[in-house]
């Protein structure tokens, strides 16, 4: 986060800036990465990539949780992807591609989403992450939706902003 300007957003509005960022970044590692929705839906941040593979990972990740964008096995590689990962350009692009944020990321093709949606008995996989000009995008036929709130992203983009509501018959409506 400090790379897209959080730190310096801290310690511009705040007079102990530096601390409020490390005290927020110690307060990410305890939270949550994932979250499950009546057994059909995981809401996650980033993606699948190359790893992620079972609920049951999820579940194990220690806490707290370090992000260290250098690893490239264990639970460093798997975290890496869920926070950082991203679909491919378009339902053509299968497997896992490198991808342009940088080392250690990935692209993930809807092949990756339909297999992990299939294990483990998902609906859907709802992630955020990447500024979508709608505001939200289904990739995977349908089995992936992107879904970003901000609009006119860092001032610098002309996107939408959304929101989602899944009622208690898991229709989603962005």
């Keep these: 986060n400090a790379l897209y300007g959080f730190r310096e957003e801290c310690t511009r509005r ?27 839906a995981l809401c996650l941040h980033g993606g699948l990539g190359l790893s992620l593979h079972s609920l049951d990972q999820l579940k194990g990740l220690p806490r707290p ?6 690893a ?3 639970v460093g590689r798997l975290l890496n992807d869920i926070l950082w990962s991203d679909p491919t ?8 591609l490198p991808n342009a944020r940088g080392p250690n990321t990935v692209q993930f093709g809807p092949d990756r989403v339909r297999a992990f949606c299939d294990a483990n008995g998902l609906k859907l996989v709802i992630r955020a992450h ?11 036929q349908g089995r992936l939706l992107t879904l ?16 989602l509501v899944i009622n208690r018959d898991l229709h989603v409506l962005p």
């Excluded at 705040?14 to 059909?40: K, M, Q």
């Excluded at 949780?65 to 250098?70: E, F, G, H, I, S």
Aim: net charge negative.
């Design 14 to 40: 705040c007079t102990e800036g530096a601390l409020v960022w490390h005290a927020v970044n110690s307060v990410f590692e305890y939270l949550p990465v994932a979250a499950l929705i009546d057994s059909a």
């Design 65 to 70: 949780a370090k992000v260290d964008m250098r």
């Design 72 to 74: 490239t096995r264990g």
């Design 89 to 96: 350009d378009s339902d053509c692009l299968e497997g896992v």
């Design 130 to 140: 990447q500024c979508v000009n709608d505001g939200f995008e289904y990739f995977a």
């Design 148 to 163: 970003f709130s901000a609009s006119d992203y860092g001032g610098k983009t002309t996107n939408d902003g959304a929101m």
